[in-house]
């Protein structure tokens, strides 16, 4: 019964439905986030939950790989920028992640 009474409030009201669903939407989301907030707070640090992989990097004749990489992410993400890693052997890190994820569990 009280769906049929805001159904009316809302046919009544200037708002529409799609105001309505921005709110719904954001409140959700405000909820979300909340919950995604505490749990990461109550997790401990991973670095896949800070980590960016980077492939296919063109070759420079000036720079390295590893000079390219730390100038594009000083340039572009200076703020949340630490540090980087570069990787020459895939099959190598295939194996640290797996044993790595065999760890946690």
Do not use: C, W
Request: charged content about 25%; hydrophobic content about 35%.
């Amino acid at each position: 019964m009280e769906d049929f009474h805001a159904r009316q409030e809302l046919a009544g009201s200037s708002e529409t439905s799609s105001d309505i669903d921005k709110l719904s939407i954001s409140n959700e989301y405000g909820k979300v986030s909340t919950m995604r907030l505490q749990f990461l707070a109550a997790e401990k640090r991973r670095l896949d939950q800070f980590s960016v992989l980077v492939r296919n990097i063109p070759p420079d004749p000036d720079e390295s790989v590893s000079e390219l990489v730390e100038h594009f992410f000083l340039v572009n993400h200076s703020n949340t920028y630490l540090t980087h890693q570069v990787v020459y052997n895939a099959n190598r890190l295939a194996k640290l992640v797996k044993k790595e994820s065999r760890m946690q569990n």
